[in-house]
T-cell receptor, first 113, second 115 residues
Framework: SQELEQSPQSLIVQEGKNLTINCTSS?????LYWYKQKYGEGLIFLMM?????EEKSHEKITAKLDEKKQQSSLHITASQPSHAGIYLC?????????????FGKGTKLTVNP | NAGVMQNPRHLVRRRGQEARLRCSPM?????VYWYRQLPEEGLKFMVY????????ESGMPKERFSAEFPKEGPSILRIQQVVRGDSAAYFC?????????????FGSGTRLTVV
């Protein structure tokens, strides 16, 4: 079965600093989702990547899917306290078929003002 | 357009009682997914339903857990005879068609505490 490993598990940065979170899959990724979760709340959809080499940006957050489609990175530029939370990557384990997602365990981000 | 609505937000049950968790998908969404988030274990898929149909329940425990998505009304995740290990956050997500290009929309979750 597919597994997603996220690194680091937790990250503490000063406001204004850049940071990167990685998500590595044990198998080829057919769709890679990034979500953000604040404590006690649901998941907020950030971005979805499907094609090898694809890169998407939303405000100060950029996500990339590598050419081999087994790793994705999430980069935050000039971090702010509002970026704090748990970042989760999720992946479709197969191409088509059941629509369930497999998730990594998350990266907890703290941004100190 | 309201998002995915889950209720209750918090639910406390004594061991042996039943827990019913409700999920109303976004308007126009006909696919519902339930996930469970245990401390330190991440988000785990439980079941995928369409109206009146269970598509994939490979993540559901074999006993005490059941799910339905009737023609009318919300999807229900039912846990019978709850035990302390059932304490977790249960999330529902919905999508309009397949996930391709749409992603999921998640609800805020129901936090179940078994005492």
């Amino acid at each position: 079965s597919q597994e997603l490993e996220q690194s680091p598990q937790s990250l503490i940065v000063q406001e204004g600093k850049n940071l990167t979170i990685n998500c590595t899959s044990s198998k080829t990724l057919y769709g890679l989702y990034w979500y953000k979760q604040k404590y006690g709340e649901g998941l907020i959809f950030l971005m979805m990547l499907q094609k090898g080499g694809e890169e998407k940006s939303h405000e100060k957050i950029t996500a990339k899917l590598d050419e081999k489609k087994q790793q994705s990175s999430l980069h935050i530029t000039a971090s702010q306290p509002s970026h704090a939370g748990i970042y989760l990557c999720g992946a479709a384990p197969t191409q088509g078929g059941s629509e369930k997602l497999v998730f990594g365990k998350g990266t907890k981000l703290t941004v100190n003002p | 357009n309201a998002g995915v609505m889950q209720n209750p937000r918090h639910l406390v049950r004594r061991r042996g009682q039943e827990a019913r968790l409700r999920c109303s998908p976004m308007k126009g969404h006909s696919h519902v997914y339930w996930y469970r988030q245990l401390p330190e274990e991440g988000l785990k898929f439980m079941v995928y339903l369409q109206k009146e149909n269970i598509i994939d329940e490979s993540g559901m425990p074999k006993e005490r857990f059941s799910a339905e998505f009737p023609k009318e009304g919300p999807s229900i995740l039912r846990i019978q005879q709850v035990v302390r290990g059932d304490s977790a956050a249960y999330f529902c997500a919905s999508s309009p068609l397949t996930r391709e290009g749409y992603g999921y929309t998640f609800g805020s979750g129901t936090r179940l505490t078994v005492v």
